[in-house]
């Protein structure tokens, strides 16, 4: 049986905190596209293909053409922003994409205007912005951007929306009481409880007008039972944490492979350069605390040291990024390995991804909100852990571990893509070929 999923009719309203360099790249690339002046390089549901039945049974449709997703034709663009700029200045200044690409999507991008943002400088301490919603509590503050999405659905014309965290990373801070219920939560908003953070509010705000949520930054947002126990109440599925761009997305396939073949490793030491507004934020201790702790719990789940003592117990793991402007968007991550194989004898790999973090962070964007999109319209509610294949920090059920091989991730994500349409899971056993 498969599952009734609503057609994606009319237009997908995508709203973002954070109108920055990875939200712009996102939006200025999905117009290039419908223009024909580029190709979603990097989007599972733009060019992925899903195997169906049997490897004899030659059945591989495109993904997009397997399950009802919305157009790119379909999609509205929006955010809130502490900067006043708008979508073309925006992508202008953070310089990921070339001017005459830009000057191409122009008029798309100008109308693209920021919303007051709800900001918090004890949360987010090296950038500041005059675009801030000032007046009343938090509570208020989370009527109000109720009231901007109801807004921005209404002027654009808008069927359903989904809201993606692309804002800066925020300080660490562990969950507390006013996270534990919703009702706890709510007294906190009236009050202005210190401990909750901005990305939360917007998380409730979303949660609460029935409107799919993703955390694309490893704070602590919508993982939190207030808020996870609201989605589910709700009937809005969410996901995060934490965009799978560059040096994590490295550990995730190479990590695999040395526990494949039961190789050891006894050091991963990993540092990067960058220089956007992500690299000046993570300048601050308390920003940096929060994504290292996603960056390195990645190796430990997926070597299993407690599994495998011999090979990865002693395992010294060590993550630095560093600021540096000349860089720009354009991140280099640096990575040395040291392995051991047969008797104990070592070798080393050495990684230097140069890569550009908003160029691999956008087709995640687009593939998220899709597939939030088609959860929300198959009746899926609360987490969804079949996409985990686009996060760090893999939101999970209360006491089961993530998984981040990004191998099963994958085959995750499409055996959920199989049984939302009614065929079989490929298991990859392969004995029916031999019978």
Not at 294 to 312: A, C, G
Request: net charge positive; charged share 25%; glycine share 8%.
């Amino acid at each position: 049986m498969s599952l009734k999923i609503a057609p994606a009719k009319g237009k997908l309203g995508i709203l973002t905190p954070g109108m920055g360099a990875v939200s712009t790249t996102f939006m200025a690339g999905v117009e290039a596209v419908k223009k024909g002046f580029g190709e979603p390089v990097g989007s599972l549901t733009q060019l992925g293909t899903i195997r169906l039945g049997k490897r004899t049974d030659n059945r591989t449709p495109r993904i997009q053409d397997f399950v009802p997703l919305a157009s790119l034709n379909q999609l509205v663009f929006g955010g809130w922003d502490i900067y006043e700029d708008n979508a073309y200045e925006s992508a202008d200044n953070a310089k990921v994409l070339q001017p005459a690409l830009l000057e191409k999507v122009k008029p798309s991008l100008r109308k693209i205007k920021p919303m007051k943002a709800v900001f918090d400088k004890r949360y987010v301490k090296r950038i500041d912005g005059p675009n801030v919603k000032t007046k009343g509590s938090l509570a208020e503050k989370a009527e109000a951007l109720m009231e901007d999405m109801a807004t921005f659905k209404k002027t654009n014309g808008c069927d359903r929306l989904v809201v993606i965290w692309c804002g800066s990373t925020e300080v660490h801070h562990k969950p507390a009481k006013v996270h534990q219920t919703l009702q706890a939560f709510e007294k906190g908003l009236a009050k202005n409880d210190p401990d909750i953070a901005p990305s939360q509010v917007y998380a409730y705000a979303a949660l609460k007008a029935g409107v799919p949520f993703a955390n694309g930054a490893p704070n602590l947002t919508h993982d939190i039972p207030a808020l996870l126990g609201l989605a589910r109440d709700n009937n809005v599925p969410v996901c995060g944490k934490d965009f799978k761009t560059g040096q994590t997305y490295m550990k995730t396939l190479l990590a695999p492979g040395l526990k494949a073949r039961m190789l050891g490793c006894s050091g991963w030491f990993s540092t990067n350069i960058l220089g956007n507004r992500d690299g000046e934020v993570l300048e601050d201790p308390g920003s940096f605390k929060t994504k290292e702790e996603t960056k390195l719990s990645v190796l430990d789940q997926i070597l299993q040291p407690n599994l495998y003592p011999q090979l990865y117990k002693d395992l010294y793991h060590s993550v630095k990024i560093n600021y540096y402007p000349p860089r720009g968007d354009e991140k280099e991550g640096w990575d040395n390995i040291d392995i051991f194989g047969w008797l104990g004898y070592p070798m080393q790999i050495k990684i230097d991804f140069l890569c550009r973090d908003s160029i691999l962070a956008a087709p995640i964007v687009l593939d998220l909100v899709l597939f939030l999109d088609l959860a929300q319209r198959a009746g899926m509610k609360g987490i969804q852990e079949w996409l985990s294949f686009y996060f760090k920090a893999p939101m999970t059920a209360p006491g089961l571990y993530p998984e981040h091989d990004i191998f099963i991730q994958l085959m995750k994500l499409k055996n959920t893509l199989r049984w939302m349409r009614g065929e079989d899971l490929i298991t990859h056993l392969g004995l029916e070929y031999y019978d």
